[in-house]
């Protein structure tokens, strides 16, 4: 059992009073193998950014399981998702960085804790701000960088440690369309690395983007593959 | 180049302290500040107990005086030194020729020297008319005269001087020949200031003192070495304990301080969300927070317990003088001993340093056990 796997997967907010019947998501079912690219669309609020928290080990579902390598990893207790996630890359839609630190530091703070020499791990902070064309921009506080940088920066952030799940949220927000392009690209050599990629976006631009393999629309809390 | 020798951890701990500089300046220079507080009281206690232990070990095991209504008068050698001998276990009784005087308003101790009023025993003093004095005496030096006041003035010429490592006992003290002293201090002859005992166990002191009370055909004041070293001790704990409750609200406003910004600091919570959601683990944290500690904890503990040794033990400090005992002129140097400093020092270290690693602890417990989603949530608030 390779990749990552979805089953009944149902989500209601904590705060939720018992007479409000709306899952956030519900019945959703879905297999993400190694090596693919899928987008996960939808409009505002449909719960694609729940969806990747969920998948994420960030939130527990409320019913349901979300599995890695055949894994049960939403029942694993914290300190193990912890460990998890170093495999998994995440692109939050409000990006997340520290705004006082520099770029190529925000590229680092995943690298910090694992056992790396300090001069691979300054490579491959390197190498991540390059891939997004922010080299120029490594020792710039990210709090002075363009919206658009600061998308691009979190997704530097991601994929320095090489994850074998990259899940972004919105990630071609605030991009132009050379940069959207150059974005898709990344995700493509993500996704020829062996990585799972899954991306929620709904950028019309991603949606007609060629190299990505399963289309999904989340439709009142429900998964619906396209293609 | 020191990337190459440091951990990653500990140079992110790093960076990371130096985004709040002033904050983590402030909690230094209190831990500092508490170091050398608590490190300092412990070890001038301990410093001036040792040394007073040191000094009263030398001294005679009990020490016999005539009792009178206005005091004290001169002993007679004889009859004392008679009386003591029928004590079984008193040793070695041998009378002591000292009082005080005044030179140009300053007063010192006088002693003759060599202690036994008469016959010398064998032992060399200073010659008639010439005195040896410590270093706090009147501003004089070899050669000059001593002028004591009294009626007649008497004049005696100063020889030498005695080293400054003595000052804590000899600072204001003045040798002479002892028919100089008897003169200066109007003890007539065969009589003495006091008569000084020897015991063979120091566990018999107490047991003989009672003894000697009553030996002695008039009545005596009787002080012995055991209740002096009681009283120092017990001084100094007093002073010591009178120190420490300043340091106790310092600590425990430091704890409540580094309590309350772990609890409260919604900004470190997001980020440390942030961070498990990027792969730290609770151990990741842990490693973190203990090298901040380590950071800002052992070098300013460290520099405070150092700056505390030398306060206490610094060759030749005049400061206690003043400060301790109210000698505001020309205070004695102290050569204090630094025995059993090691344990203080430890004690002083582990009294600062671990209650803010508990903070510490605490911290990276509370960040590392949270829902990295939770924190995160919080910190958009």
């Given at each position: 059992m390779t990749g990552l796997r979805c089953h009944q997967l149902r989500y209601r907010r904590p705060d939720s009073s018992a007479g409000d019947a709306a899952d956030v998501l519900s019945g959703i079912d879905a297999r993400f193998k190694p090596g693919t690219l899928s987008l996960v669309s939808g409009p505002t609020g449909a719960g694609k950014s729940t969806l990747l928290h969920l998948l994420a080990g960030l939130l527990r579902p409320t019913a349901g399981e979300v599995q890695w390598l055949g894994q049960t990893v939403s029942r694993w207790h914290s300190s193990h998702k912890d460990r998890w996630r170093r495999q998994v890359g995440i692109v939050f839609q409000h990006q997340r960085l520290l705004g006082d630190l520099t770029a190529g530091e925000n590229v680092l703070l995943p690298l910090i804790p694992r056992r790396m020499p300090i001069r691979a791990q300054y490579t491959a902070v390197a190498d991540a701000l390059g891939r997004v064309d922010l080299a120029t921009k490594a020792a710039s506080p990210a709090a002075r960088l363009s919206g658009g940088e600061r998308q691009r920066l979190s997704l530097a952030r991601a994929i320095a440690p090489r994850p074998a799940l990259l899940l972004a949220d919105e990630p071609s927000a605030f991009q132009d369309d050379a940069q959207t392009a150059g974005l898709l690209q990344v995700l493509m050599a993500e996704k020829q690395r062996g990585a799972v990629v899954i991306v929620c976006s709904h950028d019309p631009r991603l949606r007609r983007a060629?190299?990505?393999?399963h289309r999904h629309r989340l439709h009142q809390g429900r998964l619906v593959t396209m293609e | 180049m020191i990337h190459r020798w440091c951990p990653p951890m500990l140079i992110w701990a790093a960076r990371d302290l130096a985004r709040h500089p002033w904050r983590h300046l402030a909690t230094a220079l209190t831990l500092f500040a508490l170091a050398l507080l608590l490190g300092g009281t412990q070890l001038v206690r301990l410093a001036f107990v040792e040394t007073s232990a040191h000094l009263l070990a030398k001294a005679p095991a009990i020490v016999i005086r005539r009792a009178a209504p206005t005091g004290w008068v001169p002993i007679p050698i004889t009859a004392a030194e008679r009386a003591a001998a029928k004590v079984p276990g008193a040793l070695t009784p041998h009378p002591r020729l000292w009082g005080l005087a005044r030179i140009a308003g300053q007063t010192v101790v006088v002693m003759a020297s060599p202690p036994a009023a008469e016959p010398a025993r064998g032992r060399k003093g200073p010659a008639p008319g010439t005195v040896i004095t410590g270093n706090g005496v009147a501003a004089v030096k070899t050669g000059d005269r001593l002028v004591f006041d009294g009626h007649p003035q008497r004049s005696l010429a100063v020889v030498g001087q005695l080293p400054a490592e003595t000052a804590a006992a000899a600072h204001d003290l003045v040798l002479m020949h002892p028919d100089d002293a008897r003169a200066l201090l109007d003890i007539p002859p065969g009589h003495a200031s006091d008569l000084a005992i020897e015991v063979f166990h120091e566990t018999a002191i107490e047991a003989l003192a009672n003894d000697l009370a009553g030996a002695f055909p008039w009545p005596v004041q009787i002080r012995h070495r055991t209740t002096e070293v009681g009283r120092t001790l017990a001084g100094w704990e007093r002073r010591a304990t009178l120190a420490t409750m300043i340091y106790a609200p310092a600590l425990l406003a430091l704890v409540a301080l580094g309590l309350t910004s772990a609890v409260s600091s919604e900004r470190a919570s997001a980020q440390s969300g942030l961070l498990r959601a990027l792969g730290w683990t609770g151990r990741d944290f842990m490693r973190l927070h203990l090298w901040r500690w380590a950071v800002v904890c052992l070098p300013s503990v460290g520099l405070g317990l150092a700056s505390a040794y030398l306060v206490a033990f610094a060759p030749g400090v005049r400061w206690p003088g003043p400060l301790l005992f109210g000698w505001t002129a020309t205070p004695p140097p102290f050569y204090l001993s630094a025995a059993g400093s090691a344990a203080v020092l430890l004690q002083a270290a582990a009294l600062v340093a671990l209650p803010y690693l508990a903070i510490v602890v605490l911290t990276g417990l509370r960040h590392s056990s949270s829902d990295p989603h939770m924190l995160m949530e919080e910190g958009l608030r």
């Amino acid at each position: 059992m390779t990749g990552l796997r979805c089953h009944q997967l149902r989500y209601r907010r904590p705060d939720s009073s018992a007479g409000d019947a709306a899952d956030v998501l519900s019945g959703i079912d879905a297999r993400f193998k190694p090596g693919t690219l899928s987008l996960v669309s939808g409009p505002t609020g449909a719960g694609k950014s729940t969806l990747l928290h969920l998948l994420a080990g960030l939130l527990r579902p409320t019913a349901g399981e979300v599995q890695w390598l055949g894994q049960t990893v939403s029942r694993w207790h914290s300190s193990h998702k912890d460990r998890w996630r170093r495999q998994v890359g995440i692109v939050f839609q409000h990006q997340r960085l520290l705004g006082d630190l520099t770029a190529g530091e925000n590229v680092l703070l995943p690298l910090i804790p694992r056992r790396m020499p300090i001069r691979a791990q300054y490579t491959a902070v390197a190498d991540a701000l390059g891939r997004v064309d922010l080299a120029t921009k490594a020792a710039s506080p990210a709090a002075r960088l363009s919206g658009g940088e600061r998308q691009r920066l979190s997704l530097a952030r991601a994929i320095a440690p090489r994850p074998a799940l990259l899940l972004a949220d919105e990630p071609s927000a605030f991009q132009d369309d050379a940069q959207t392009a150059g974005l898709l690209q990344v995700l493509m050599a993500e996704k020829q690395r062996g990585a799972v990629v899954i991306v929620c976006s709904h950028d019309p631009r991603l949606r007609r983007a060629d190299g990505i393999d399963h289309r999904h629309r989340l439709h009142q809390g429900r998964l619906v593959t396209m293609e | 180049m020191i990337h190459r020798w440091c951990p990653p951890m500990l140079i992110w701990a790093a960076r990371d302290l130096a985004r709040h500089p002033w904050r983590h300046l402030a909690t230094a220079l209190t831990l500092f500040a508490l170091a050398l507080l608590l490190g300092g009281t412990q070890l001038v206690r301990l410093a001036f107990v040792e040394t007073s232990a040191h000094l009263l070990a030398k001294a005679p095991a009990i020490v016999i005086r005539r009792a009178a209504p206005t005091g004290w008068v001169p002993i007679p050698i004889t009859a004392a030194e008679r009386a003591a001998a029928k004590v079984p276990g008193a040793l070695t009784p041998h009378p002591r020729l000292w009082g005080l005087a005044r030179i140009a308003g300053q007063t010192v101790v006088v002693m003759a020297s060599p202690p036994a009023a008469e016959p010398a025993r064998g032992r060399k003093g200073p010659a008639p008319g010439t005195v040896i004095t410590g270093n706090g005496v009147a501003a004089v030096k070899t050669g000059d005269r001593l002028v004591f006041d009294g009626h007649p003035q008497r004049s005696l010429a100063v020889v030498g001087q005695l080293p400054a490592e003595t000052a804590a006992a000899a600072h204001d003290l003045v040798l002479m020949h002892p028919d100089d002293a008897r003169a200066l201090l109007d003890i007539p002859p065969g009589h003495a200031s006091d008569l000084a005992i020897e015991v063979f166990h120091e566990t018999a002191i107490e047991a003989l003192a009672n003894d000697l009370a009553g030996a002695f055909p008039w009545p005596v004041q009787i002080r012995h070495r055991t209740t002096e070293v009681g009283r120092t001790l017990a001084g100094w704990e007093r002073r010591a304990t009178l120190a420490t409750m300043i340091y106790a609200p310092a600590l425990l406003a430091l704890v409540a301080l580094g309590l309350t910004s772990a609890v409260s600091s919604e900004r470190a919570s997001a980020q440390s969300g942030l961070l498990r959601a990027l792969g730290w683990t609770g151990r990741d944290f842990m490693r973190l927070h203990l090298w901040r500690w380590a950071v800002v904890c052992l070098p300013s503990v460290g520099l405070g317990l150092a700056s505390a040794y030398l306060v206490a033990f610094a060759p030749g400090v005049r400061w206690p003088g003043p400060l301790l005992f109210g000698w505001t002129a020309t205070p004695p140097p102290f050569y204090l001993s630094a025995a059993g400093s090691a344990a203080v020092l430890l004690q002083a270290a582990a009294l600062v340093a671990l209650p803010y690693l508990a903070i510490v602890v605490l911290t990276g417990l509370r960040h590392s056990s949270s829902d990295p989603h939770m924190l995160m949530e919080e910190g958009l608030r």
